[in-house]
């Protein structure tokens, strides 16, 4: 049951739980503020890391002259990074998202703000972009905890329309370096490939998590049926046989194995979520296999 | 093979619908999805968009095709013919008449009705019971109800066909007889049709199958073979009738004692005859004519006649004047009528028939005797009266044959209601007999009317009444009539004989009682030919000899489609009647098991 306190939905427990995943994640990455944990590149607190080789562009006021010195070569000294990440949320508003039982967008946009307020009680940012055939609505980084609320009526007042057009994440500006974690069922012609490959020319950790509803997991339709499709209203006509749910499933593993392959191609996570999955258990499985929890 | 609902055939028109509908696209109940992406690759080759497709054969659409063939082919029930079923009782019926000889079905109609009614005994199981009846001109039952089948068998294959008639009448009430009251009988019946004339009330308690044995009725017979041997007539007729359709050629053989004298070639339309006639040498005795070709009956196909004036038999007619009766006995040739006025009567033991007008002897003769208007009191005869309508006291007394008494009035009789002549009736009213006929102790006739106070003696029926009382009272002579087979020819001692003997055709011998000179019946007469009388007495050995013919009535060989029963519980028809053994269930079966292939291909992908 929403509130106006909690319109996602999440529950207390699941909050809780989540408090206690921000404090096990780990691979920081650098930001422009200092946050609440270490960033797994060097940054620029006093707490000495590593050196490097200087090339053309790099802060003078970082070059170790005393290496330059016994060395004959210019050093720049790094610096462990204590400073926040942001967390950038790209969810599906198609209408094929509004599907479902349960509905994957409602689903998916629970997934966002478990991990917004996860990300949130971390003390790092969290952006949120609904995305369809273009940018919905967008959600500039926001901070702290008190923002999770403003993050999730955000989520919640998201319309569902259009068709997914991964090229509509491509033109929203994204803080570099950080997570960007794109919830969508992927259920679309259109391969996310360009807009993974700039997110990552963006310096960003992708996620990728396919949202299914348990009836594209496992139909059960039957007899002669005509099905249309929600976005772009082409009709298939088929008998739900055996034979041809067989064949389905076999497209379905297909589909999902070109995804992980996908993420794969660009060192991207990949989580495959059922609507109706909970997200207690959802939420540390997607981080595990992203790399992000231990 | 038949079809036994040939109209459901109607439901072939499936067939083609299933194609029609595999032209025809489904159309589907629509529903949304959240993506049809992943459904357009699952069934990249089975969509098309088009109302109409190209029609693909399909292993679907030919199982669904031969499923609808193989439901067609049970619908029309098709059913293959078994040769009768069998209940806990079944009595069968077997024709050994003369036209089961026929051969238009090899071998021959007998042995082929014999095999089905072996067929039959192959299915018999066990607590049914089988009587088998043999349908010749005397039918009789050759094995009674039983389920041993070696008994069965054994009697199955000792029957014979013979050259008589089937008397089915006789048979249907050994039938009923052998049925007695089980509710579970069932009288099969295999035969040709051709049969003695059935009454039309004939009737069977039990279930009645006509099983038809028989294919064609193209048959050439010698119908009738007529000999005058008389000094100036001296000729033969032969009657050859073509009895099928086609055209038929036949040579006729004439054969005197033997010999073989004359021969012709004929050739005789469909359902035509052809009369032949031969001039008989001085001498003839035993003649015969011979169809030579092969047809479907032989026995037909030969005739014979006797023609040796017959031994002359007296008769003394003893009254005081009767032209009537005197002209009526003339009649015969092989009579020798002597008129005796009744003052001059004395018995002479040579005559052989003596008629006695208005008078009884103190001693009654023991020779064969007509006695005409006796005395009051004779015979214990009462006085005369007025009588009413003549009639025959039984219509089918082979003595009123040909006699109509429809016109004939009769003043006044003797009351013989009393009479101590005994006998029976053979013509009465409603105030009693009016004539009697007995056998014992000496075979006579006695008129109780005047013939002068009738207008009988006028009428056509007269001269053909007095031949056959004469015949009936002088039995032995049987002259150059032919008999047909198994007809029983009635052989009395002439006077003074000790004994009568009858060789039969193929030369068996069979000696026949003739007690007191009682007349006695030979009935050994199935086959075709000449048979010899011999009388031995004491006025030496006296010969005659009468002929036995296939031909007549027996040729018309044709089978019957039907034997109507009135009121049998089932009427015969040799479709209706027969038994199936039906095919649906084999084809149902069919159906159900390519259905189920049909939805495994389905289910697993075509």
């Known amino acids: ?45 006093l707490e000495f890391a590593d050196y490097r080789t200087y090339v053309p562009g790099d802060d003078f006021r970082r070059v170790d002259w ?54 949130l009680c971390g003390h790092d940012r969290v952006s949120v972009t609904g995305f369809a055939d273009g940018a919905i609505g967008h959600l500039r980084p926001v901070r702290g905890r008190a923002a999770a609320l403003q993050a999730w009526r955000f989520l919640a007042d998201l319309p569902s329309s259009g068709e997914t057009r991964y090229d509509s994440i491509s033109a929203v500006q994204v803080p570099a370096p950080g997570i960007s974690m794109i919830i969508s069922d992927f259920l679309t012609e259109e391969s996310a490939d360009r807009a993974i490959a700039r997110l990552r020319s963006h310096g960003q950790q992708v996620i990728l998590v396919e949202v299914l509803a348990p009836e594209e997991l496992r139909p059960t339709i039957a007899g002669d049926i ?69 | 093979m038949t079809f036994l609902a040939p109209f459901a055939a109607i439901a072939a028109v499936s067939i083609p619908a299933i194609v029609l509908l595999y032209f025809l696209k489904v159309r589907r109940p629509e529903s949304d999805f959240s993506s049809t992406l992943l459904w357009r690759r699952a069934v990249l080759d089975r969509q098309a968009n088009a109302p109409w497709q190209r029609l693909r054969v399909s292993r679907l659409l030919i199982l669904q095709l031969l499923a609808a063939l193989l439901l067609v082919g ?74 041993d089948m070696g008994p069965l068998r054994t009697a199955l294959a000792a029957l014979r066909p013979s050259n008589g008639s089937a008397a089915l009448q006789q048979a249907l009430a050994l039938a009923a007889s052998a049925g007695g009251t089980a509710v579970d009988t069932r009288v099969l019946l295999f035969s040709d049709g051709i049969t003695q004339p059935v009454p039309a009330a004939t009737s069977l308690p039990y279930p009645f199958e006509y099983h038809k044995v028989g294919l064609s009725g193209e048959n050439l017979a010698i119908t009738s073979l007529v000999l005058h041997p008389e000094p100036g007539v001296r000729t033969a007729f032969v009657r050859v009738e073509n009895l099928g359709r086609q055209k038929q050629h036949a040579d006729v053989e004439w054969r005197v004692d033997g010999r073989l004298v004359d021969a012709r070639a004929l050739d005789i339309d469909g359902a035509g005859a052809r009369d032949v006639s031969f001039a008989l040498p001085a001498g003839a005795d035993k003649v015969s004519a011979t169809l030579r070709g092969a047809d479907a009956l032989a026995a037909d196909n030969v005739a014979y006649g006797v023609a040796t004036q017959p031994r002359t038999l007296r008769v003394t007619l003893v009254t005081a004047g009767n ?18 006025a009744p003052a001059d009567y004395k018995f002479d033991s040579q005559v052989d028939l003596y008629v006695f007008d208005g008078l009884v002897p103190a001693v009654q003769p023991a020779t064969p005797s007509w006695y005409l208007n006796p005395p009051l009191g004779k015979f214990g005869a009462g006085k005369q009266a007025g009588v009413g309508r003549p009639r025959a006291s ?123 000179g009682a007349p006695a019946a030979f009935d050994d007469t199935d086959t075709p030919g000449f048979y010899a009388v011999e ?4 006025a030496g050995v006296a010969r005659s000899t009468f002929a036995v013919n296939a031909g007549g009535s027996a040729s018309t060989i044709g089978p019957r489609e039907r034997i109507e029963l009135v009121s049998g519980r089932r009427q015969a028809a040799p479709s209706a009647g027969r038994d199936f053994s039906e095919l649906w269930p084999w084809l149902a079966a069919a159906v159900l098991l390519v259905l189920t292939v049909e939805w495994l291909v389905f289910h697993h992908g075509d």
Request: glycine share 10%; charged share 25%; aromatic share 4%.
């Open chain 1, 1 to 45: 049951m929403t509130s106006a306190g909690d319109p996602l939905d999440l529950g207390g427990p699941l909050l809780r739980q989540l408090e206690r995943l921000a404090l096990r994640v780990r691979r920081p990455v650098l930001g422009q503020l200092g946050g609440g944990r270490r960033a797994n590149r060097p940054g620029s607190s």
């Open chain 1, 66 to 119: 005393n290496a330059y010195g016994r060395l004959d070569r210019l050093m720049l000294r790094l610096f462990e990074g204590e400073e926040d990440t942001c967390l950038n949320l790209f969810v599906d508003c198609s209408r094929s998202m509004a599907w479902g039982k349960p509905e994957k967008a409602w689903a998916a946009r629970r997934m966002a703000g478990a991990f917004a307020y996860m990300t």
């Open chain 2, 74 to 147: 049970a619908l029309v029930r098709p059913a293959l013919a078994i040769t009768g079923g069998l209940s806990g009782h079944t009595v069968v019926i077997v024709d050994t008449s003369a036209t089961m000889s026929a051969t238009d079905i090899s071998p021959s109609r007998f042995e082929d009705a014999r095999r089905q009614v072996r067929d039959l005994l192959d299915r018999v199981g066990s607590g049914q019971r089988v009587t088998l009846i043999e349908m010749g001109p005397r039918p009789r039952i050759a094995a009674a109800a039983t389920g």
């Open chain 2, 394 to 516: 039984r219509p089918d007394d082979p003595l009123m044959r040909d006699v109509d008494l429809r016109e004939v009035h009769i003043a006044r009789s003797a009351d013989l209601r009393t009479s101590t002549f005994g006998g029976r009736a053979l013509i009465e009213s409603d105030g009693g007999p009016l004539v009697l006929v007995r056998d014992e102790p000496t075979r006579a006739v006695l008129f109780g009317f005047d013939l002068h106070s009738s207008d009988l003696p006028l009428r056509t029926g007269f001269p053909v009444l007095v031949d056959h009382l004469s015949s009936d009272l002088l039995p032995v002579s049987v002259g150059p009539r032919a008999y047909h087979p198994d007809e029983p020819v009635l052989l009395a001692a002439a006077a003074g004989s000790t004994g009568v003997t009858v060789t039969r055709p193929d030369g068996h011998a069979v000696k026949v009682a003739t007690a007191g």
């Open chain 2, 535 to 538: 009388q031995r007495g004491t």
């Open chain 2, 323 to 340: 032209i009537f009766v005197q002209r009526a006995l003339e009649l015969r040739p092989d009579l020798r009528v002597t008129v005796v």
């Open chain 1, 226 to 294: 005509a099905l249309r499709d929600l976005e772009n209203g082409r009709r298939v006509e088929l008998t739900a046989t055996p034979a041809v749910l067989a064949g389905y499933q076999a497209a379905l593993d297909a589909h999902v194995e070109s995804l992980r392959a996908l993420a794969r191609a660009h060192d991207a996570g990949f989580h495959l979520a059922g609507s109706a999955e909970p997200l207690e258990v959802l939420i540390p499985q997607t981080l595990r296999r992203a790399g992000i929890l231990a």
